[in-house]
DNA sequence: ATAATAATGATAATCATTCTCAATAACTGA
DNA sequence: TCAGTTATTGAGAATGATTATCATTATTAT
């Protein structure tokens, strides 16, 4: 499992080597849309590479996330979750976190009023603050499908 | 330093005990309108109230938490930020986070596109993936005023 | 192929947060 | 007010995710 070429390229290209441990976990990052944690990456990758440690894993995925490749995001389960931007930038999305079960979905919404309000707030933030905007995230928090019937509240 | 009486009501109202150590953390964090971290607090506290221990700091936290007086937060530095909810509640607002020196500023909006964004984006999620909207926070990265000036981004 | 050195793997070390449990302080009702 | 019942606390150990070390190995340029 080599991996997509266009990965390769962005990782020699910004002068990183290209090793077996890398194009394994970017490979495995794009087989599974969800949103795997470093343990699980690392079961994954355990399957067909077999040596690899978890230090690997966790500095894999920092490199990738300051390289841009891949998104770092914490939903609040005491764990930090990876998406591979490619992913993302099929169709920029927010995150739906349900407050019982912890379940997390992708919303890749068709809302256009987004790009506006955006805008207008990162204007009013420049003024106000002088602060500028490079990107944006929204998480919405509730209950899933499932955790409606079976009510009482949970944690977060 | 009692702190305000609402609070307390709030904390009997639900069945808990009006300890010393919960007054003087409520009291903390309304005369801190930071987001600070449970290990400022507990400096904080310790000032006049030495015998606090980590411990009830963080379970304290916690239960001001799950009763909804207090919200607590994850900004990327590793460790979860606490704001009284009365704070917000005197004006919903969203945080910057500058992604040079981790700054953090509340900025409480006044567009007013963001209710209607929310209520198709709600209706959206409600209506695809059968969830259902309890609240939603927004997070914008970006650079503060004084890191504009010395570029080279940093982490996140 | 060889040299130069970035990357890895095993392991120890951090760090924030949680758990354990005996001691203590809040509430209750007489 | 006082004793009884228990929630709460404080100290310290324990946990769990993430980082740092460092000798060994693999990758890349020559
Ligand atoms: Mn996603
Ligand atoms: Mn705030
Ligand atoms: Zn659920
Ligand atoms: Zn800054």
């Not at 077999?50 to 920092?62: C, N, Q, S, W």
């Not at 990107?135 to 949970?154: A, P, W």
């Amino acid at each position: 499992m080599p991996g997509p070429p266009w990965l390769r390229q962005r990782l020699t290209n910004a002068g990183f080597r290209l090793t077996w441990p890398r194009q394994v976990i970017l490979d495995v990052l794009g087989q599974n849309p969800q949103h795997l944690s470093a343990e699980e990456i690392f079961f994954h990758v355990h399957q067909f590479y077999p040596g690899i440690g978890m230090a690997t894993v966790y500095r894999t995925l920092d490199l990738l996330t300051r390289t841009g490749l891949v998104f770092k995001f914490d939903f609040g389960d005491g764990r930090s979750r990876y998406e591979l931007a490619s992913e993302a930038a099929k169709g920029p999305h927010h995150h739906m976190i349900c407050t019982r079960c912890g379940r997390i979905i992708d919303f890749g919404h068709s809302i256009d009023e987004e790009g506006e309000l955006i805008a207008a707030l990162g204007k009013e933030l420049s003024e106000k603050h002088g602060f500028k905007i490079n990107s944006h995230r929204i998480h919405f928090y509730g209950l899933c499908q499932d955790c409606q019937s079976s009510s009482t509240e949970g944690k977060r």
